[in-house]
C-alpha cells in the first residue's frame, strides 16, 4: 500500500544549537522530491549552489567551490589531506575542541604539522602567529577556526589573514558555523580555502559539506590526496568537467533543500540582514540572561552571535540535564558545556530563531530555576 503525503508536522521544539539548527518549513518541504543524480535538471542545481556560495563568500575573481558528501569535519579532513603535501607543513591554530580535531585529522593522517595552543578561554594571537611563522620557514600552511562554538568565541580572522598574507603561506579557515551568518570577504583577505558545512547559517539540513578556493591553489593538489572518497582535487574535477555531477551518490534531496536555503536567505536580505538577526537574537539573550542572574563565559568583545556559554550557577541543587530536561518540555532544546576549564552550558543563537522566540526562552528559563526554590 502507497503511503499518502502528509502535511510537514510543525517541530515539537526550537533546536538553539550550533547546528544540525531549526529549519524553515520551506527548507523541510524541498525535501520531499526525489531526483536523478545524472540529470541536467538536479545537476544544474548543483552549479547554481557553486557560483551562488562563491559570490557570497567573496566579490575577488578566481574562486571555485566544490562540494563534499558528509558532516563539515568530512570537508575539513578533505581539505587538509588533499592540499598539504608530503613534503608541507601546517601550523594549526587552537582554542577549543574544532582547532583540537584539525590536530587529530593531521595526527591521523600523519600530516606534518605543528600547533599552537592558546587554551579554551583566549582568542587566537596574531602577534605570535606572525612570531612563529618568522621562526619556522618550514610552515607552508595555517589553518585555523573562524568561530570555535566550543565556547562560542570568534577568532580575529581579518588579523589573522593580514598576517599569513604577509607571510606568504596559505591559510585554510574552517569556517563551520560562520559562512553565511557573519560578512566576510575571502577574496579581500587573500584565504586560500573556506570550509563550511549546509546545516549552519546558510540553514540547510545535514548531509554536505563546501569548500571554496583559490583555483590557482586547488589546481596544483592533484594526487594529493590519501583517500580516495575524500580527495578534494578529483571531486571538484569531476564537478567541473560534468557539469555539476559527483564521483558518488550525492545527497540529493538535502542538495535541493540547500538550494532552497539560499533563496530564503536571498529574500532575507544576504548574510548582512542575517548577520543582524542573530546580533539581535545573541545580544537579547544575555541581556535578559544576565537579569535572570547568569553570567557569560567570554567578554563581548570575543564573543560571536552563534552560540553563547554560560557559567552553570554557582548552586548545588543546578543540574543541566534536568534543567535541559525542562526546557525541551517547554519546546527549546540547549546545548551542555564543552569547555574543560569551567562547568557551563550553552544557547545557540542562529537558525530559523527570531528575537520573539528568544523572548519565549527568557520567560520559561525565569520559570524553571528551580534550584533558586526553597
Not at 548531509?207 to 582535487?233: H, R
Request: aromatic residues 8%.
Amino acid at each position: 500500500m502507497t503511503a499518502k503525503a502528509q502535511m510537514i508536522p510543525d517541530n515539537p521544539y526550537l533546536l538553539l544549537t550550533p547546528g544540525p539548527l531549526s529549519t524553515s518549513a520551506g527548507v523541510r518541504a524541498a525535501l520531499l522530491r526525489d531526483w536523478c543524480t545524472w540529470d541536467d535538471d538536479y545537476n544544474n542545481i548543483v552549479e547554481s549552489i557553486r557560483r551562488q556560495i562563491v559570490s557570497l563568500a567573496t566579490t575577488e575573481r578566481g574562486y571555485t567551490s566544490v562540494l563534499m558528501q558528509g558532516s563539515g569535519t568530512f570537508c575539513v579532513e578533505a581539505t587538509l589531506s588533499s592540499v598539504i603535501s608530503k613534503d608541507e607543513k601546517v601550523l594549526v591554530l587552537s582554542n577549543g575542541a574544532y582547532g583540537q580535531r584539525i590536530e587529530e585529522i593531521c595526527q591521523r593522517c600523519r600530516i606534518n604539522h605543528c600547533v599552537l595552543n592558546f587554551g579554551e578561554l583566549h582568542t587566537v594571537d596574531p602577534e605570535v602567529v606572525k612570531q612563529t611563522l618568522l621562526n619556522d620557514t618550514s610552515i607552508s600552511h595555517v589553518a585555523v577556526v573562524h568561530c570555535e562554538t566550543t565556547t562560542g568565541m570568534l577568532n580575529p580572522i581579518e588579523q589573522i589573514a593580514n598576517v599569513v598574507s604577509q607571510a606568504k603561506r596559505q591559510l585554510i579557515l574552517d569556517a563551520m558555523s560562520s559562512f553565511g551568518g557573519i560578512p566576510l570577504d575571502i577574496g579581500k583577505l587573500s584565504i586560500d580555502y573556506l570550509i563550511s558545512s549546509a546545516n549552519k547559517c546558510i540553514q540547510g539540513v545535514p548531509g554536505f559539506g563546501f569548500v571554496i578556493a583559490k583555483q590557482s591553489k586547488l589546481e596544483k593538489c592533484e594526487g594529493n590526496a590519501q583517500s580516495l572518497s575524500l580527495d578534494l582535487y578529483d571531486q571538484w574535477k569531476t564537478m567541473e568537467e560534468g557539469k555539476g555531477k559527483w564521483r558518488f551518490t550525492s545527497p540529493t534531496h538535502v542538495v535541493r533543500a540547500f538550494a532552497h536555503a539560499l533563496d530564503e536567505l536571498s529574500d532575507e536580505g544576504g548574510i548582512p540582514a542575517r548577520y543582524e538577526r542573530y546580533m539581535s537574537n545573541q545580544k537579547k539573550l544575555v541581556k535578559g540572561m544576565q537579569a535572570l542572574g547568569f553570567t557569560p563565559l567570554l567578554p563581548m568583545q570575543d564573543q560571536s552571535p552563534i552560540i553563547t556559554a554560560f557559567y552553570n550557577p554557582d548552586s548545588s541543587d543546578f543540574d543541566f540535564k534536568t534543567f535541559y530536561t525542562r526546557l525541551k518540555k517547554q519546546g527549546f532544546v540547549i546545548y551542555p558545556g564543552k569547555v574543560s576549564e569551567a562547568p557551563c552550558f550553552r544557547i545557540g543563537t542562529i537558525g530559523e530563531v527570531f528575537p520573539m522566540d528568544i523572548d519565549r526562552l527568557l520567560t520559561i528559563v525565569s520559570n524553571n530555576r528551580y534550584w533558586l526554590e526553597k
